[in-house]
Nanobody, 121 residues
């Protein structure tokens, strides 16, 4: 079983920065990608940023140029550097991992429990 634990959320003023980190523990045969989603109150969960096993990245248009995703494949960790934060970035941020638990099992998604990010003055 894979467990994802996020850290680094909190309260920050507009224009400030936060760094989210996520560590995956447990046994997994292969990891295809890791990423971050977020969900604001009353809104659907949305992709913020993703990174594949070969380092390809993608970002939501709303965060391009402000957020940077990075990954340590050896440690199975993923981080999200968030700069120039705006009040509309306020949400619960979820770490996700897509991978194959064992060589015989299908690829599936794993989710962390989420960490709150609040951008407010």
């Amino acid at each position: 079983q894979v467990h994802l634990v996020e850290s680094g959320g909190g309260l920050v003023q507009p224009g400030g920065s936060l760094r989210l980190s996520c560590a995956a523990s447990g046994s997994i045969f292969s990891t295809n990608a890791m990423g971050w989603y977020r969900q604001a109150p009353g809104k659907q969960r949305e992709l913020v940023a993703g990174i594949t096993s070969i380092g390809s990245t993608n970002y939501a248009d709303s965060v391009k140029g402000r957020f940077t995703i990075s990954r340590d494949s050896a440690k199975n960790t993923v981080s999200l550097q968030m700069d120039s934060l705006k009040p509309e970035d306020t949400a619960v941020y979820y770490c996700t991992l897509r991978g194959r638990p064992t060589i015989t099992q299908p690829i599936r998604d794993y989710w962390g429990q989420g960490t709150q990010v609040t951008v407010s003055s």
